[in-house]
């Protein structure tokens, strides 16, 4: 985890953004879950691959967000790695994510590490836990929690699922692969 990972007004500017462009999002749950997605996935049909539509705030996401957290994951694992694919979201309360890991049922093997950036603070809810490495993280925002996007040591050590939610939950799911998978590809 990472904290202070973003300003908060560049919080505030990303999460007037996704407000703004709601209806651009693909709705889930019920009206609960709202997410727009970019980049190499081979799991999710919806995802774009044009950022022109994310004019207002690309300066943000490649300099600020994309490009330390590429820093951060170099730093940590020493692995030099592409962003590939990110999802922008909004969740309403009642709103929850199941159990899962970030490489959908084998059809996203490239994806090597994954991120959420927490753009909103929750106080008890919208936890995400991660059951078989005993650990869970309360959403904070402008903090990036960090994480392999697949198993290492055991079978589903990086399954994890996010709790139900009951106050709006803003977040940017992130995922980094090697260079061929490149986002700008």
Known sequence: MVKNFIEPEDVDKLISFIDNNIQKFVVY???KRYVWRFGHDNFW???????????EIIETLETKIFNNMLK??????????VI????????EPGSKVAMHEDTDEGENTHFSHSAVLYLTSLQDDGVIEFPFINFTYTPVAGELLLFP???????YQFMHE????????YSIAIWAAPKEYSLYE
Not at 149 to 155: A, E, M, V
Not at 162 to 169: A, G, L, Q, T, Y
Request: aromatic residues 10%; glycine residues 0%; hydrophobic residues 25%.
């Open 84 to 91: 590939s694919s990110f999802w922008i979201s909004k969740h």
């Open 162 to 169: 996010v709790k139900e939610i009951k106050s709006p939950r």
């Open 149 to 155: 996007s697949k198993s290492i040591d055991f079978d």
């Open 72 to 81: 951060k994951i170099k730093e940590f694992y020493n692995e030099d790695l």
């Open 29 to 31: 749950q019920d009206n």
């Open 45 to 55: 049909e919806d995802c774009k691959k044009d950022l022109t539509p994310l004019s």
